[in-house]
């Protein structure tokens, strides 16, 4: 039996009084302070002794420590006899039991299937879900020896009927509790979560019914979470088809969506211009905090595959004259690596999805979204890591491609969202297990689109998104004005930050208006046709997106509704006189 488990029961209100039963025992560790949410969800558990409890809350808000918290007062009230923590990564399940050690419980993250058991020092074990799906009976064994409370760490995994789900719901149906836990409770798929209560919405669909949920705005509101300014980049993406025919197109602009996927992925090579001015802006940003009163400020950067990770890391070391920490999925070092950064004052990280969900690196402050995952779940979890707080004032800074799907997450971070089984016509806003391991996949990017070769991309600061809003105009990369917003103080309370990104924007657009006026009229030239139609484009997505910061509305919703006015086919194939039309009418609004 654990060290927990042999202390006497007794809590007050705020925290467990444990006292060892001989005197040569190790005091147990000094409970931590709940934040106020944490002793909320407490209390819900303490009085209504579920055998199911789903708490969501937002990535960073302490999941973990409510959870050992739980953990802590059903061990002393005897109501179990041993924990199972059950977590997405072999990293996540090591950090678990280190949390665990510095609450006074005792787990062991080495326990293998080929085990089968474990010391009686340990209060429990952790185990990956891919540990528990390998070998459910086993694990079912376990769990019905000895009473058991199972703690489900990011439990959306758990709804993979394929493999981890069923494995989860064989292996600890004769749980005495189950916890469940996670920041990001929806799925893109209709496969039902293990131990999570579904109940019909107003539109008759089974949601996710969270037992306690605390999401993002809630935390910003009560100083739990860092705020997160986005810095969003556009530039023009070049690319050659096998065909032998080159195109152009701007990153943020309406394109197809082959359109978009081909500027995303060019912006983001390695050898072309795009990466190397946003890595190098980045690391600008990290140094402007570290000098201005965060001086361990760390820098993470989110790549798609192996090899691109890799080749970022080469072009950080150029930038900032430090060799980044690379974190591969499979480097058995990895964890190690991981820990050994988080510990350290060291610049950059570099790794793929694997360090996107559950990793708690405090602090992290800059991060670059170097990959085309667009899901709102991948998109949640990777920011998630960013906004840890350590003190009052602290903002997170995340540089990401200016597409239309991220702007919209980003401005949308506060949004909520649950689980809904049979929803018709669903957007793939999920991400499936198997999609990590796809994407820890060396790939040769020849084999994905035979023939298609990027010719580059250059990289500009197009506007930046906090708060739900939108500030500032295209700057180029390196220009004076990209400074001013690269050098936005890392410590400010948030009405200062929106107060002093509307300095900002007005300083921009008086200087821009300034230079207009001072500048020689150019020499009137006739236009061609694509030279008139690229001219009203342009007009027309900056008239766009100021009404986007007007009203809030996205820009995919802003030009339906212009359709819908004017009439006529998509801004890529509309002529000029819809276009012309089109401009008028955005005006008169």
């Known amino acids: 039996m654990g060290a927990f488990a042999r202390q006497a029961r007794g809590r007050s209100s705020d925290h467990l009084v444990a006292q ?39 990535p960073g808000a302490g999941k973990t420590t409510f959870g050992l918290r739980v953990a802590s007062e ?32 005792s787990i062991n993250s080495n326990f293998t299937n080929a085990d089968g058991a474990t010391s009686s020092d340990y209060d429990g074990v952790a185990v990956t879900y891919a540990q528990v799906a390998a070998h459910p009976t086993l694990h079912t064994v376990r769990t019905e020896r000895r009473k058991t409370l199972v703690i489900l760490d990011e439990v ?27 920041g990001t409770p929806f799925r893109s798929d209709d496969s039902p979560i293990p131990f999570v209560n579904y109940v019909p919405d107003a539109a008759g669909f089974l949601t996710s019914a969270a037992d306690h949920s605390y999401g993002y705005s809630d935390a910003l509101r009560d100083g739990v979470v860092r705020p997160v300014i986005f810095m969003a980049y556009s530039g023009e993406a070049r690319w050659r088809t096998s065909a032998g025919d080159e195109f152009a197109a701007r990153l943020g602009e309406p394109l197809t969506q082959e359109q978009t996927a081909r500027a995303w992925r060019t912006a983001l090579d390695p050898k072309g211009e795009w990466m190397p001015s946003v890595l190098a802006a980045a690391d600008r940003r990290l140094t402007l905090k570290r000098e201005g009163g965060i001086p361990d400020a760390g820098g ?21 004259g430090e ?79 200016s597409v239309p799907v991220l702007l919209d997450l980003a ?33 040769n990017e020849g084999e994905i689109e035979p023939g298609f070769t990027m010719l580059g991309a250059d990289a500009e600061l197009d506007q930046v998104i906090y708060d739900g809003s939108s500030y500032g105009t295209a700057t180029v990369a390196g220009s004076e004005e990209e400074e001013d917003y690269l050098g936005l103080p890392g410590l400010l309370e948030p009405d200062q930050m929106r107060e002093l990104l509307r300095q900002r924007q007005a300083q921009q657009m008086a200087s821009a208006k300034k230079r207009k006026a001072e500048a020689p009229p150019p020499p009137p030239k006739p236009q061609s046709t694509q030279e008139r139609i690229a001219a009203l484009r342009k007009e027309l997505n900056t008239l766009v997106s100021l009404y986007n910061r007007r009203t809030g ?11 819908s006015y004017c009439g006529g086919p998509p801004v890529a194939m509309a002529t000029l006189e819809q276009l012309e039309e089109r401009v008028a009418t955005i005006r008169s609004w």
């Open 156 to 182: 959306h995994h758990a709804g993979d009927a394929k493999s981890w789900g069923e494995a989860v719901r064989e292996a600890f149906k004769p749980a005495v509790r189950r916890l469940c836990l996670t």
């Open 300 to 320: 993470l950067v989110i790549a798609t595959d192996q090899t691109v990770a890799r080749a970022y890391a080469k072009i950080l070391h150029a930038v900032s």
């Open 20 to 58: 060892p039963d001989i005197a040569t025992e190790a005091p147990p560790a000094p409970p931590q302070t709940l934040r106020a949410w944490q002793r909320r969800a407490l209390l819900k558990y303490i009085t209504g002794k579920p055998q199911d409890f789903l708490a969501v809350a937002t």
């Open 411 to 443: 401005s949308q971070l506060e949004a909520e969202r649950d689980h809904v089984l049979g929803k018709p016509h669903r957007e793939k806003d999920g991400w499936d297990d198997e999609l990590l391991a796809d994407a820890n996949r060396e790939k």
């Open 553 to 563: 509305k996205t820009h995919g919703e802003i030009h339906a509704k212009l359709r």
């Open 323 to 401: 060799e980044p920490t690379v974190v591969l999925s499979d480097d058995p070092k990895a964890s190690g690596r991981i820990k050994e950064f988080a510990d350290g004052t060291s610049r950059w990280m570099v790794a793929v999805r694997m360090v996107s969900e559950g990793v708690d690196v405090p602090r992290l402050s800059v991060g670059v979204y170097a990959t085309s995952s667009s899901t709102p779940l991948f998109f949640a979890q990777a920011v998630g890591r960013f906004v840890r707080v350590r003190k009052q004032g602290e903002t997170a800074s995340v540089f990401l491609p």
């Open 74 to 105: 059903l061990l002393a009230d005897r109501v179990v006899e041993q924990i199972v923590i059950v977590a997405p990564t072999e990293h996540l399940k090591h950090q678990w039991a280190s949390s665990a050690a510095r609450a006074g419980i």
